[in-house]
């Protein structure tokens, strides 16, 4: 699941509905998951809404993906998509852990006795400070988000400013489906040394359909560009603030 | 996860340990915390639907008790298979008492300001140990009652070793949510912490749409808001906590104290009888006062030195003008002609 260097990649849809335009979400997020990419999808509600349109292809995706799938309403989304990140990133390691065990010891860790086992929980927490993590974050900017992308753009600022305190490497790039002009994906922000605040304005734009098939694929093409990068640094706990 | 009915009983599965389910003390994110009665007699359960949440703030708990005791007392780690499934829990010390979120309303100056010395007290001892609380809010804070307002720390879900990333935090009690600060685990952040929790718990509402607004205009608003609390003595120490000018427990304990008796001694002035000169000062300011009662009932012409004012001049003219004319209608109206 994880690199030789030991980087935890992860896309993260935040949608209001149904995907309309292009290919299937779902075998786009099963590509991801054989590369070794999870991806988590929340979708957003708003009070006056019945349900999230398309709610079985949220967790369909989700779990094709390897990930994770909350539907929430908006004040939560900061909070949910930490938690996601965060879930999600502890999930992967204990797997290569419990690989490590099970290769040691002939056993994993649910076999071992409650006080061994929070021992080796120890380990993956350190792990989970420590390692290099990327997270392209997928903004659906239909028509009907018009409303939530005020709250959408603040909470991927909060979740920057939690990733940024990490003692490991972090970066975060944005992109929104659809884009501007006639394309269905655009890369509002790519993955760079700090957050820049003024790129996401660019995301506040909201019209047409949902393309969340092709959102999904070029995420993972970016990590492939990312992976390519020399020298590209990540964000580094000693850097200042996160910028506007 | 479903709520557990009270009377249900749970067997450890490696420790073979029983203990019954008395009632809910609490629900989080990762799990539920109940009062359970055993052999031992009273403990609290927390229960989680992940082996990792367990053990992670097992290993905390272990860790604290080490050196300090305003968090519970670890008692034992184990799984219990349920219904199908394996639900992974831990003991822990039950501690009673009220949340200062419930008490604060109720709690006189002084006992406000007692409580807050051993809130900090305890931060204190957790800081020397390395570690910071990070998911300080006052109903993370138990306050007994009946033991003299001793005060004890719940929830370690958010314990931090300094250094790291803050694992677990409420946006209202996050420094980095107000742009004040970093989400990075140190003693400045659960100075901030505190601070925030007990400053927004008397501002008399919070706006709607904060998660719409950016860290500058919370902090914005924010720093208006402190201006407007009740408990004015608190406004310095409060501000220097939450911006950063205060960074340890001790330092905040110091000018807390300082703030309270600075305020008592300005009661304590207000309340004294007055001196004898404060009574001649008073007695002077009031004179003037007695002058212009004077003055109207004396008659018109004694106290030669009084001068008259121009509106006093023009009310007797046109005094005189008006019963010179109506003296005038009159005699027209009883035949004599000027």
């Not at chain 1, 290099?132 to 909060?158: F, G, N, P, Y």
Request: glycine share 8%; aromatic share 6%.
């Amino acid at each position: 699941m994880m690199e030789t260097k030991g980087t935890i990649r992860q896309i993260l849809v935040i949608t209001d509905g149904c995907s309309n335009v292009g290919g299937d979400p779902v075998e786009a997020a099963q590509r991801a998951c054989k590369q070794g990419i999870s991806v988590n999808v929340i979708g957003v509600v708003d009070k006056g809404e019945t349900g999230l349109q398309g709610k079985e292809e949220a967790l369909s995706i989700a779990d094709a993906g390897g990930g994770m799938c909350r539907i929430v309403q908006p004040t939560d989304l900061s909070a949910t998509a930490q938690m996601m990140t965060h879930q999600t990133m502890q999930s992967t390691l204990q797997d290569v852990v419990n690989q490590e065990l099970l290769q040691l010891m002939g056993k994993g860790t649910e076999d071992l006795p409650p006080q061994e086992r929070s021992r080796v929980i120890q380990v993956v927490d350190k792990l989970e400070e420590t390692v290099t993590l990327q997270v392209v974050v997928a903004v659906d900017t239909s028509a009907s988000m018009r409303d939530k992308l005020v709250t959408v753009r603040e909470a991927i600022r909060d979740l920057a400013l939690s990733l940024q305190a990490r003692e490991g490497l972090s970066q975060v790039a944005v992109l929104v489906f659809p884009g501007s002009a006639e394309e269905m994906v655009g890369v509002v922000h790519p993955f760079e040394n700090q957050l820049n605040m003024s790129l996401l304005e660019a995301m506040l734009i909201a019209r047409g359909g949902t393309p969340t098939g092709p959102a999904i694929d070029e995420a993972i093409a970016l990590f492939s560009r990312q992976r390519d990068v020399a020298g590209n640094s990540p964000w580094h706990a000693d850097d200042p603030a996160v910028s506007e | 996860m479903e709520r557990l009915p009270a009377g249900t009983v749970c067997t450890g599965k490696w420790t073979h340990r029983t203990v019954r389910i008395e009632r809910m003390l609490g629900e989080g994110a990762n799990g539920a915390v109940y009062l359970v009665s055993g052999k031992q007699g009273y403990a609290a359960m927390k229960l989680c639907n992940q082996s990792a949440d367990a053990a992670l703030e097992w290993n905390v708990l272990e860790k604290v008790s080490r050196t300090q005791s305003s968090f519970p007392g670890p008692i034992c780690i184990d799984d219990w298979d349920w219904r199908g499934e394996t639900l992974y829990f831990y003991l822990m010390e039950w501690i009673s008492g009220e949340s200062l979120e419930k008490l604060l309303p109720s709690l006189n100056p002084r006992d406000y300001l007692r409580v807050v010395e051993q809130i900090a007290a305890g931060l204190d001892t957790l800081h020397q140990a390395g570690m910071a609380f990070c998911d300080i809010k006052l109903e993370n804070i138990m306050v007994m009652a009946d033991a003299g307002l001793a005060v004890r720390f719940v929830d370690v879900g958010g314990v931090t070793p300094f250094g790291r990333s803050v694992r677990q935090f409420t946006p209202n009690s996050d420094r980095a949510f107000w742009n004040l600060g970093s989400r990075r685990s140190e003693p400045g952040y659960d100075i901030c912490g505190l601070c925030l929790s007990l400053a927004l718990a008397e501002v008399k509402s919070l706006p709607g749409h904060l998660y719409q607004w950016s860290p500058e205009e919370r902090n914005r608003w924010l720093q208006r808001a402190i201006r407007t609390l009740p408990r004015r003595w608190t406004i310095p120490v409060l501000t220097d906590g939450m911006n950063g000018t205060i960074t340890s427990a001790k330092e905040f304990l110091d000018d807390w104290r300082q703030g309270f008796l600075q305020t008592q001694a300005r009661l304590a002035q207000v309340r004294r009888p007055p001196s004898p000169q404060q009574i001649r000062n008073r007695s002077r300011r009031n004179r003037p006062g007695g002058r212009q009662r004077q003055r109207q009932r004396r008659p018109r012409g004694q106290g030669a030195s009084r001068t008259m004012d121009w509106t006093e001049r023009l009310m007797w003219v046109s005094l005189t003008l008006a019963a010179c004319m109506a003296c005038v209608v009159w005699a027209t109206l009883f035949g004599w002609s000027p």
